[in-house]
């Protein structure tokens, strides 16, 4: 059997991509940071798949003690991980900075994945060449020039909306510099975009997102919808593929910024020295 992971699971695409996996047979380790948001996507994924082995646990992943202590949660549930899909993500309405002191978004939507990863790898590579790790990113890494080099926290002037974008493009480096790291290992690292989905995700997010959800509301997806191409790569689309960023189940172009190795490589080690730092 194999064994998923997968953050953001308590409601929309992730929850969408809990339920089909274990309705295909995969065991899935679900991630949700609201106890009740939680039950209840339990409860559904549960009534899809009834025989299926699914198991969900809390943690609030923009602190990063609570990434480390949910991976190992997870390492005492599973002896390896055949897919991690790094799918919670978070929208600012303001500046918010965590007990780490990092930005909320950047920590959230960035940070946390790079941290989880890394903490998960060896579970990862015990299951052999194979094994996948999605990242979900968004088009909305195109309305931002480059990252922040100079104030990654936003602590001189900060943008909701630049935070938020910021942290897409990160997730994009992300995969680029794991890719490389983990070719000879015969791991897939991708990123997808699942497009303009209808969750309660906009809610309270920046501007920049609040109007792509407004004007393309009409164009919207459901999150069935949504995770369809992630489904598509977790069960076996694109073989071979990896380093790439996905759309409607196809290679999609990014910014220069996005396809830069040195920038992926730049925000790698400025990664790991802002997570050595936090309070774990």
């Given at each position: ?34 106890p009740g948001r939680a039950k209840t996507a339990m409860e ?160 309270n997010g920046s501007l920049i997102v609040k109007l792509m ?63 050595a730092s936090a309070q774990f």
């Amino acid at each position: 059997m194999k064994t998923a992971v997968v953050t953001g699971a308590s409601s929309g695409i992730g929850l969408v991509v809990a339920r089909e996996l274990a309705k295909t047979g995969w065991r899935v380790i679900a991630h949700g940071r609201d106890p009740g948001r939680a039950k209840t996507a339990m409860e559904q994924i549960r009534t899809a798949a009834p025989d299926a082995q699914v198991e969900m646990v809390l943690a609030d992943l923009s602190v990063m003690a609570e990434v480390a202590l949910f991976a190992e949660k997870v390492g005492a549930l599973t002896d390896r991980i055949d897919l991690l899909i790094n799918n919670a993500g978070f929208t600012p309405a303001k500046r918010v900075e965590t007990i780490d002191g990092f930005e909320q978004c950047f920590a959230a939507n960035h940070l946390a994945p790079f941290l989880l990863t890394n903490c998960l790898l060896p579970l990862i590579k015990a299951a052999g060449q194979g094994a996948q790790i999605l990242n979900t990113a968004s088009s909305a890494h195109t309305f931002i020039k480059d990252m922040k080099w100079d104030d990654l926290q936003q602590r001189r002037k900060f943008s909701a909306n630049d935070a938020y974008t910021q942290s897409k493009l990160a997730n994009i480096l992300h995969l680029r510099e794991l890719a490389r790291r983990l070719m000879a290992d015969g791991i897939r690292v991708n990123a997808v975009h699942p497009g303009l989905v209808k969750t309660n995700f906009d809610s309270n997010g920046s501007l920049i997102v609040k109007l792509m959800y407004v004007f393309g509301r009409p164009l919207s997806l459901t999150p069935e919808q949504g995770a369809d191409t992630i489904l598509w790569l977790a069960l076996g689309g694109a073989p071979g593929v990896t380093g790439e960023y996905f759309v409607k189940r196809a290679i999609a172009k990014t910014t220069s910024a996005a396809q830069s190795e040195a920038g992926a490589a730049r925000l790698w080690q400025l990664s790991e020295a802002l997570v050595a730092s936090a309070q774990f």
